[in-house]
């Protein structure tokens, strides 16, 4: 994880990410897509990781044609449309991931061997 582009080094916390995507997307009239809209624009961004992933490291190749992509970049479309939806549904993405964490924590603590 590269932290050398952040001034002060220290990552946002996810509270931090939903409070600057509301600022930005509050500035425009047409707010907040519908979550079926959103949805789909999650699918399209998925897609779009898919096919990066895809020529790095799966059988189809890239294009001659076609620049490298930016497997980052399509990490982070994903991670904006999904604080898009938490924000206009109202959810709190450090708690629900605090509740994930626990979940998978007890349910998976011994089903994967541990390093030594």
Same mark, same amino acid.
């Given at each position: 994880?590269?932290?050398?582009?952040?001034?002060?080094?220290?990552?946002?916390?996810?509270?931090?990410?939903?409070?600057?995507?509301?600022?930005?997307?509050?500035?425009?009239?047409?707010?907040?897509?519908?979550?079926?809209?959103?949805?789909?624009?999650? #699918? &399209?961004?998925? @897609?779009? /990781?898919?096919? =990066?992933?895809?020529?790095?490291?799966?059988?189809?190749?890239?294009? $001659? #044609? &076609?620049?490298? @992509?930016? /497997?980052?970049? =399509?990490?982070?479309?994903?991670?904006?449309?999904?604080?898009?939806? $938490?924000?206009?549904?109202?959810?709190? /993405?450090?708690?629900?991931?605090?509740?994930?964490?626990?979940?998978?924590?007890?349910?998976?603590?011994?089903?994967?061997?541990?390093?030594?």
């Amino acid at each position: 994880m590269n932290r050398s582009s952040r001034p002060d080094s220290r990552l946002p916390t996810l509270a931090e990410l939903q409070t600057r995507v509301d600022a930005w997307i509050s500035q425009f009239e047409e707010g907040y897509f519908h979550p079926l809209t959103n949805l789909a624009r999650l #699918s &399209e961004e998925v @897609g779009e /990781l898919a096919r =990066e992933v895809n020529h790095r490291f799966g059988q189809k190749t890239r294009k $001659a #044609s &076609e620049a490298e @992509g930016d /497997l980052g970049m =399509e990490m982070a479309d994903i991670l904006f449309v999904l604080i898009c939806m $938490a924000n206009r549904e109202g959810i709190d /993405l450090q708690e629900a991931f605090d509740r994930m964490m626990e979940k998978v924590e007890s349910r998976d603590e011994h089903r994967w061997t541990k390093k030594t």
